[in-house]
């Protein structure tokens, strides 16, 4: 599943993007998920695994019921680059989410 979009909207404040691009599996993901990377400060298989269950869990959930607190429980890195994964993920309609306001909000 590639995303739609052709750049990440997702910023993160906390340190400067990091070179994703000697990482392995950096060439498999989209110019959108590696700025996502880059700009997060994950490593590729990070992303990769953090993605699966997030897309995972959110067809699994009956619809509407997946909030970002069951996402930052499923996933084991820092909890507020899971929102961040979450809320990008929810605009891009992986994530079924009817509850998640303030979508226009990614900073």
Known sequence: MKPSVSTCNVRWAKAPPMDISRYPLAQTLSPAEQECCSN????????????????????????????????????????NKTSKVFEWFVKLNWVPNTLCRNLNKIV
């Open 40 to 79: 997060l400060r994950l490593l590729p298989e990070q992303y990769i695994e953090v993605k699966h269950t997030l897309i995972h869990a959110g067809r699994t959930y009956p619809r509407g019921s997946f909030k970002k607190r069951d996402a930052q429980k499923l996933c084991h890195i820092d909890v």
